[in-house]
């Protein structure tokens, strides 16, 4: 069983629509939750960052983490075009120094 | 600006041939790490580095080489006994070693 699971996709959803992305895991000690956007043959972006559990919002993106179920979630609000890439879900643990990455999820936002 | 800065974008070699991947970071950062990304497939850890003159295999460190002689500098050696290369690399960093880490551009390298 891998650490991080995240199902691959492709998730294709017409514009405007609130997508949701997932992953869960297996190790209880992880402590730090990250989202990162990855456009076609470029770096991946952090998107949001967040630390134990709960809710973060920035802008149109929604992070929540529940660490009861080990399960993690990305909302994105009125979905737009530009918001097509791979989005990757990332823990880690203090003192871990390594950060486990889920395989990414293919999104298409059509216009 | 600050950054992190990998050279060259793309990398053309011959079997047989080492290549020497740059990532350069101006953000400050004690750790920084190399990852190599093949299409379909997640990230996989080839070194890491939480500190100057220190670093630790990743996951897949066979055939490949890092030095970590400045804060600031993390190149990747790709010797000829790394059996399938052809793959985009990525050179990240963190401040700390936790939590986030920052990504550079990357680098496609191509095995002729």
């Known amino acids: 069983q891998k650490e991080v699971e995240q199902d691959p996709g492709p998730l294709s959803v017409p514009e405007g629509a609130i997508v949701s992305l997932n992953c869960t895991y297996s190790?209880?000690?992880?402590?730090?939750f990250m989202w990162y956007r990855q456009y076609s043959r470029k770096g991946p972006e952090l998107l949001m960052y967040?630390?134990?559990?709960g809710n973060k919002e920035d802008g149109r993106f929604t992070a929540q983490v529940d660490k009861s179920s080990k399960y993690i979630s990305l909302f994105i609000r009125d979905s737009q075009p530009s918001d097509s890439a791979t989005y990757l879900c990332?823990?880690?643990?203090?003192?871990?120094?390594?950060?486990?990455f889920g395989a990414g999820t293919r999104l298409f936002v059509k216009a | 600006d600050g950054g992190i800065t990998q050279s060259p974008k793309y990398l053309f070699r011959k079997e047989g041939q080492n290549v020497t991947l740059s990532c350069e970071q101006n953000?400050?950062?004690?750790?920084m790490y190399w990852y190599r990304q093949d299409p379909g497939q997640g990230l996989r850890l080839i070194y890491y580095s939480q500190i100057v003159n220190d670093f630790q295999k990743g996951d897949i460190a066979e055939g490949y080489s890092v030095s970590r002689e400045k804060k600031e500098s993390f190149p990747l050696t790709v010797t000829s006994a790394q059996k399938n290369p052809t793959a985009f690399y990525l050179c990240?960093?963190?401040?700390?070693?936790?939590?986030?880490?920052?990504f550079g551009p990357g680098t496609r390298l191509t095995v002729l």
């Open positions: 967040t630390y134990s559990s």
């Open positions: 953000l400050n950062h004690d750790a």
């Open positions: 990240a960093s963190s401040p700390d070693g936790d939590g986030e880490q920052f």
């Open positions: 990332a823990m880690s643990y203090t003192g871990g120094f390594k950060t486990i």
């Open positions: 190790n209880s000690a992880f402590q730090y």
